[in-house]
């Protein structure tokens, strides 16, 4: 099993619509969670960071569910340019220290 | 600050050649790290690093190697290049938390290489 996994998508939306994003991940241990936004042939770069509590950034909703091992992102109102691949990261505990994984992405094409 | 840089930005080769792909950033970040991109596979950690002098494998290891003799710089070589390593080469930067782990990572613009 990956140690953190996503739905690919596409997800194709209308313009204005609520969508969601979840990322569950393996390994219970783990720390800190992220959400990342990836333009075409550009660089990951953050969107939100996950706090247990959730947080809520603009139209970007972030959640963690610890009990059932998943991160959430939901975006409102979407915009033509929230058309991106919107990638998870988890950092897992090793047993040489802490690193970062991604999950594969999941591919948002907001429509007009 | 110019954040992370990374050159080449392409670069072909044949199989069999060597190359270093450079990584540097201005931020005075501990951790760095190396990712490759493939359709489908997303981010495949390749090479990481806490700080100078200390380096560790990641989930993709084989065909690469990694140093970091200082804060600033961490080189990727791939010592004899094979097809199956045609990618984006992503390096990432950050600081390390409170829990000694990994925290906001920043991406270089990414190296697109492909080996004939």
């Known amino acids: 099993r990956k140690e953190v996994e996503q739905d690919p998508g596409p997800f194709n939306v209308p313009e204005g619509a609520t969508v969601a994003f979840n990322c569950t991940y393996s390994n219970s241990a783990s720390q800190s969670f992220f959400w990342y936004r990836q333009d075409c042939r550009k660089e990951p770069k953050l969107l939100m960071s996950?706090?247990?509590s959730g947080n809520e950034d603009g139209r970007f909703t972030a959640q963690l569910n610890r009990a059932s091992q998943y991160i959430s992102l939901l975006i409102r109102d979407s915009k033509l340019s929230d058309s991106a691949t919107y990638l998870c990261?988890?950092?897992?505990?090793?047993?040489?220290?802490?690193?970062?994984?991604f999950g594969t992405g999941t591919q948002l094409k907001v429509e007009l | 600050n110019a954040g992370v840089t990374q050159t080449p930005k392409f670069q072909v080769l044949k199989t069999g050649q060597s190359m270093t792909l450079q990584c540097a950033q201005d931020?005075?970040?501990?951790?760095m790290s190396w990712y490759r991109q493939d359709p489908g596979m997303g981010l495949r950690l390749i090479h990481y690093?806490?700080?100078?002098?200390?380096?560790d494998q990641g989930e993709v290891p084989n065909g690469y190697n990694v140093s970091r003799s200082t804060t600033e710089d961490f080189p990727l070589r791939l010592l004899s290049a094979a097809p199956s390593q045609t990618s984006v080469y992503f390096c990432?930067?950050?600081?390390?938390?409170?829990?000694?782990?990994?925290?906001?990572?920043?991406f270089g613009p990414g190296t697109r290489l492909t080996v004939l």
């Open positions: 996950v706090y247990s």
């Open positions: 690093s806490v700080g100078a002098g200390i380096t």
């Open positions: 931020m005075n970040h501990e951790y």
């Open positions: 990432a930067s950050s600081y390390m938390g409170r829990s000694l782990g990994p925290h906001e990572q920043f």
């Open positions: 990261a988890v950092i897992v505990l090793t047993g040489g220290g802490n690193k970062l994984t």
